[in-house]
């Protein structure tokens, strides 16, 4: 058996540009992509903290060390510059390996700067 469990995640972003005219998927700095093991053209899950909108796309790489992060296509409909998002990978792990899968979590600060990496979600998830 496997089981879905999240792989990466970028906490509190910041939507740097929406760009509706785009055929669509979420472009994201290539550096932030390293630190969290996350991949052009791979399914991410989008969480708005601002309006509550969850969504799915796909990744594009952005110009590294740029912050960017801009959601393209339809899903620009879906945030507006300023926002905070927090971007989700998952994978499809073995069951006897659930206990042991370690995600990497990047925390944001309003830069689009990695302020901390961890690789589980404390008890109490009030960060930021």
Same mark, same amino acid.
């Not at 785009?22 to 290539?30: A, L, P, Q």
């Not at 053209?41 to 969480?47: L, Y």
């Given at each position: $058996?496997?089981?879905? @469990? $999240?792989? +990466?995640?970028?906490?509190?972003?910041? @939507?740097?540009?929406?760009?509706?005219?785009? @055929?669509? %998927?979420?472009?994201?700095?290539?550096?932030?992509?390293?630190?969290?093991? $996350?991949?052009?053209?791979?399914?991410?899950?989008?969480? *708005?903290? *601002?309006?509550?909108?969850?969504?799915?796309?796909?990744?594009?790489? +952005?110009?590294?060390?740029?912050?960017?992060?801009?959601?393209?296509?339809?899903?620009?409909?879906?945030?507006?510059?300023?926002?905070? @998002?927090?971007?989700? %990978?998952?994978?499809?792990?073995? *069951?006897?390996?659930?206990? %042991?899968?370690?995600?990497?979590?990047?925390?944001? *600060? =309003?830069?689009?700067?990695?302020?901390? $990496?961890? %690789?589980?979600?404390? =008890?109490?998830?009030?960060? +930021?």
């Amino acid at each position: $058996m496997f089981r879905t @469990v $999240m792989n +990466g995640k970028i906490h509190r972003a910041t @939507v740097t540009e929406a760009n509706l005219n785009y @055929v669509g %998927s979420i472009t994201i700095d290539e550096d932030i992509l390293d630190s969290v093991g $996350m991949a052009p053209n791979e399914k991410v899950q989008i969480v *708005n903290n *601002n309006n509550g909108a969850r969504f799915e796309t796909y990744i594009i790489a +952005g110009e590294r060390g740029s912050g960017v992060v801009c959601l393209n296509g339809a899903a620009a409909r879906l945030v507006h510059v300023g926002d905070i @998002v927090i971007i989700i %990978s998952y994978a499809l792990v073995a *069951n006897e390996q659930v206990k %042991s899968h370690k995600p990497r979590v990047a925390i944001m *600060n =309003e830069k689009n700067q990695i302020i901390e $990496m961890i %690789s589980h979600e404390p =008890e109490a998830t009030i960060i +930021g």
